[in-house]
């Protein structure tokens, strides 16, 4: 070796042959390869609520998604809250046996500005989470504007807008209840979110 060169190691070769080489084609440069994400086939959506949880399942294929079961959870006011959360775990235990899903898309805490009100709002929701969770499929939350948003094109749609949209998207015969029309939208919106070319990917839990 002549006076003053240095030598480089295989690995330090390596990444220099990385760098000329430049960025993949078609990529930006210092733009990370994208993993491609999963192609889920069926899809469970999930709107909580202590009284009345919607729960719908989506069948999606090369034309347009199908509702294959839907359904609303409900808990008469006359319970106290604890049958109420055991109703919905155990329902939704139930639609997961029937039909079985390979993700699931929840709908995600709103606003409220009662404190009592979020505080039931999340044990609905949490009941509702374990059980999907016992199953071992992902799990992922979609913002409740942006289902709406999703589904009418604005975040402040009234649920009969939301449940018309629903029944033309997935090619009902009968409109659906308002509950589970919410949870069609949720895994619908999941379908939109989750695409290929889509800038904000739903958030996994």
Known sequence: MPHGAMGISPRQFAELQRRLAGPARG???????KPAAPVYRTIL???PSLRGTGWGVLAVDDRQPRAIAHGTVVCPKS?????????IAESLRDVLRDHPAEVCAIEGLFFAQNLQTAIIMGEARGAALATVAGSGIPIFEIPPASVKQAIVG?????KFSVAKMVQRMTGLAELPAPDAA????VALAYLGESG???TRPPKPL
Not at 27 to 33: E, F, R
Request: hydrophobic fraction near 45%.
């Open 27 to 33: 990529s930006a440069p210092g733009a990370a390869a």
């Open 196 to 198: 290929r070319f889509s």
């Open 154 to 158: 604005h975040g402040g749609a009234q």
């Open 45 to 47: 959506g999930i709107d």
């Open 182 to 185: 919410d949870a069609l939208a």
């Open 79 to 87: 319970w106290p809250r604890s049958r109420c959360l055991l109703a």
